[in-house]
């Protein structure tokens, strides 16, 4: 059974096989990124803020019945960029939906391998903050 997650996870991984090298990828996550709102003043504080990312990164969640709806950004535009294609992945979806999904568009991107180390554990941690949110 395909999920909104997966369906969601799948059309990410389509829009980068259109794309060339990794320069292009590049632009392409940092253009998301670029739009991203940004969090309120109020919402960029420590509770908020993950740890393991190199750069600043804010998560906020709130439930809506069943739903969670995400919020973040980064002061990073590459992180802002990951950021913005993990909230289109788990925005809006049930924590159980959340809970039994593996974030497989990782591995078919390949962005573990083309990630800096530090980039690659802010990944991580978000991917580890949504889950827990979830849970």
């Given at each position: 059974?395909?999920?909104a997650?997966d369906?969601t996870?799948?059309e990410i991984?389509?829009?980068f096989?259109f794309?060339g090298?990794w320069?292009e990828?590049?632009q392409y996550?940092?253009?998301?990124?670029?739009s991203?709102?940004?969090?309120?003043e109020?919402?960029?504080?420590e509770?908020?803020?993950?740890?393991g990312?190199?750069?600043?990164v804010w998560?906020?969640?709130e439930r809506d019945g069943?739903?969670l709806?995400f919020r973040a950004?980064?002061?990073?535009?590459?992180?802002?960029?990951?950021?913005?294609l993990?909230?289109?992945?788990?925005?809006?979806?049930s924590?159980a939906?959340?809970?039994n999904?593996?974030?497989?568009f990782?591995e078919?991107?390949?962005?573990?391998?083309?990630?800096?180390p530090?980039?690659s554990n802010?990944?991580?941690a978000?991917?580890?903050a949504i889950h827990?949110?979830?849970?």
């Open positions: 059974m395909t999920t997650i369906q996870q799948q991984v389509d829009e096989s794309l090298d320069t990828r590049y996550i940092i253009d998301c990124g670029k991203l709102p940004d969090l309120p109020q919402e960029k504080v509770a908020n803020r993950l740890h990312c190199q750069s600043q998560l906020t969640a069943e739903l709806n950004t980064s002061d990073a535009l590459i992180v802002a960029g990951l950021i913005a993990l909230l289109r992945i788990y925005s809006g979806k924590a939906e959340i809970s999904s593996k974030p497989w990782v078919q991107l390949g962005l573990k391998e083309h990630l800096s530090t980039r802010g990944l991580a978000m991917l580890q827990q949110h979830a849970g």
